[in-house]
């Protein structure tokens, strides 16, 4: 799963990508999380800026980190 991140306007909007865009979910997201551990590499739309990017990419990081952290083996 992939998280995309555009603008309309002056508000950052979110999308997931599995497969295909869909509006974001958060149910979906953490049963893919559960089930599928880590977030695919963002994908970033026209109109954000790199510091937005930046805090993005550590909130995914973070994200990832603790869901890999508990995970069992």
Excluded: Q, R
Excluded at 24 to 52: A, C, M, P
């Amino acid at each position: 799963m992939k998280l995309v991140f555009f603008k309309e306007g002056e508000e950052v909007k979110l999308k997931i990508n599995n497969g295909e865009d869909t509006e974001f979910n958060y149910v979906k997201l953490i049963e893919f999380l559960h089930t599928n551990n880590e977030l695919e590499e963002t994908e970033y739309w026209d109109g954000i800026s790199e510091e937005e990017k930046n805090k993005v990419n550590a909130m995914i990081d973070k994200i990832n980190e603790v869901v890999v952290k508990y995970t069992p083996e």
